[in-house]
């Protein structure tokens, strides 16, 4: 399979990467090269063949339900949550209007 | 007085102990091989203050009598994936630029618990992504080596390729690396030191900028065997904090350190052999298989018949899972924001992707955008995670008849910068024997072998069962043992 330059423009705007008509060009060959190479796992034959869900064997915990039991991911710290934000305003992020 | 930055870990720690040297003067001494090194581009940021406050520490602890760590008075550099609270992580992005973390990484803050300081945040590929440090958005990091053909700069490899830099010139006797398909061991093998990849979920990934969370491992870089059985030991551990994080006892892979190889089996893997193979690492890989046969090994051939398969499908796999982790980078939360005039959210969020990832970032997130898109999702993505299955399968029969596998740790010495960035594909090869340890979880060593004929280094790959860290560890002591490995970068930079 290979893609061209409407099918990028696609696939950029699904990645939420906005990109104009030089780097779509740019980005046709570069990714049919590597969709081109990576055809060959068609050649494998899987019949019967799970696919990989957990490199090791292992199972998933629940924590003990307790609130806040380990304070590095418990709540109350807004102030540590907000601190990296762009924009935040008013104890929340703050982001453009998306209401029309 | 010795150059204490030719000590070692477990040569500094002991030098600490007995009074030999205080901390602060190993931590004073790397800290002036860092500030002098700025050539290499091997630090996004440097904290000499931290180093110095850390070694106060274990030197007041010392004066008061009290048990040292593990890794007391041994000062580190921390690969920039890693978040260190309060000192600036960016994973090398533009997107993550002044990110300053208000948490502290497992993995970092386990070190700083056993004594550790830190020197500094590595550089990195972006995201970890590539294979030559040279997607990071602070620029290239330039090996210490050079070839005694030429004085170009040559790739400290990568994504780990600040780490690989600072041990080898160095600027650190250790440092934190993160292999998702190769990058601790891939350096590690171009820059002359010992690399550790362990079993997938040894070391917490809680604090990691995440880039393939099924395959993203921590380890240490250092420049023996012991030292990475030293930091490993410090770095590992269970975590309720990630979900993968093995619940198992960290062993003392230090104290049983064993090069004695009798009865041990090791593989060598009969599809790793390719067609226009280098002739020096060839000769390299015989050599290392005359090295263990010498430590009282036997040595079998084996053969893992998805070989081929490894690459491309991590080439899939890892774009698939790092699409979906840098969903995260919004422009809302944390980090840049890009917001042109009158855009709406929609718009913001594009924008600022655009302007904050660099171009390998967003090749890998548009494959990964596409390969899980409706209607390619099985084409690709099941039958990567197909293959993977077969590709561990093929491990788990190979350690049928071996204990660990012998390979090549790359298919050629480190090239110069900018000779394979122009095309992607060429770049990716450079795992061709890393990957697959990687696609399987399994533990997986560089050590170094000896240098080519143009002077600049090579490694040996050790691979070896799940949870057998120690058997890894323990064929890498045999080899080097016996590549008695002791050259060194000229110091041009400085």
């Known amino acids: ?100 | 007085m010795t150059d204490l930055t030719e000590l070692g870990v477990a040569a500094i720690r002991d030098g600490v102990a007995k009074g030999d040297f205080t901390a602060r003067e190993v931590a004073e001494a790397f800290n002036a091989n860092v500030a002098a090194a700025s050539a290499l581009n091997a630090f996004i940021v440097t904290t000499p203050e931290k180093a110095l406050e850390a070694a106060g520490a274990v030197d007041a602890d010392r004066a008061a009598g009290k048990a040292l760590g593990s890794m007391a008075g041994v000062p580190i550099g921390m690969k920039d994936l890693f978040a260190t609270q309060g000192v600036q992580t960016t994973a090398a992005s533009h997107i993550l630029g002044g990110f300053v973390p208000p948490y502290e990484s497992t993995v970092s803050s386990n070190l700083w618990a056993a004594g550790a300081g830190m020197l500094g945040k590595l550089n990195l590929d972006q995201f970890a992504m590539g294979s030559s440090n040279e997607t990071s958005y602070f620029g290239n990091v330039i090996s210490p080596w050079r070839s005694r053909d030429s004085n170009a700069e040559l790739a400290p490899g990568g994504s780990s390729g600040g780490s690989s830099t600072a041990v080898s010139a160095r600027l650190a006797p250790a440092a934190t690396g993160t292999d998702t398909g190769g990058s601790i061991r891939q350096p590690a093998a171009f820059t002359g030191i010992t690399g550790v990849k362990p079993t997938y979920g040894r070391c917490s990934r809680w604090g990691v900028v995440a880039f393939a969370s099924s395959l993203d491992q921590a380890g240490p870089m250092a420049r023996d065997i012991r030292d990475c059985a030293i930091m490993l030991g410090a770095m590992a551990g269970f975590d309720p904090k990630d979900s993968t994080s093995l619940d198992m006892p960290v062993p003392d892979w230090e104290a049983a350190l064993n090069a004695d190889l009798k009865g041990k089996k090791v593989g060598i893997p009969r599809e790793y052999r390719m067609d226009g193979m280098d002739a020096e690492i060839e000769a390299s890989w015989e050599q290392g298989k005359a090295w263990l046969r010498d430590a009282g090994a036997e040595i079998v051939d084996i053969s893992l018949p998805h070989t081929k398969y490894a690459l491309p499908a991590y080439y899939i796999i890892a774009p698939a899972e790092a699409s979906s982790n840098l969903a995260r980078y919004d422009g809302v939360r944390y980090g840049l924001r890009d917001l042109p005039e009158g855009a709406g959210l929609q718009d913001m969020y594009a924008a600022t992707r655009a302007a904050g990832f660099g171009d390998e970032v967003k090749r890998r997130v548009l494959i990964g955008t596409y390969v899980l898109s409706a209607g390619f999702y099985d084409a690709y993505y099941t039958q990567a995670q197909k293959v993977r299955t077969l590709i561990a399968r093929d491990f788990a029969e190979a350690f049928e008849q071996c204990d660990v596998i012998l390979a090549p740790t790359t298919p050629s010495a480190a090239f110069p910068l900018g000779d394979k960035s122009d095309d992607p594909l060429s770049m990716y090869l450079n795992d061709v024997f890393a990957v697959p340890a990687s696609l399987a979880g399994l533990p997986a060593l560089s050590v170094p072998a000896g240098l080519t004929q143009s002077g600049l280094p090579l490694g040996l790959q050790i691979i070896g069962k799940a949870f057998d860290e120690q058997g890894v560890m323990n064929a890498g002591l045999a080899i080097e043992q016996r590549a008695n490995f002791s050259a060194k970068p000229d110091r041009w930079w400085a």
């Open chain 1, 1 to 100: 399979m290979s893609v061209d330059k409407q099918t990028v423009a696609k696939i950029a705007s699904l990645a939420r990467i906005r990109m104009d008509d030089d780097e779509l060009e740019r980005m046709v060959p570069e990714l049919n090269n590597i969709l081109a190479w990576v055809e060959q796992l068609g050649e494998v034959d899987c019949s019967g063949v799970e696919p990989m869900t957990a490199v090791i064997p292992n199972t998933l915990r629940l924590r003990a339900d307790v609130v806040d039991a380990d304070p590095l991911t418990g709540g109350g710290i807004r102030d540590k949550v907000l601190a990296n934000a762009p924009a935040p305003e008013h104890g929340f992020f703050g982001v453009p209007k998306v209401i029309e």
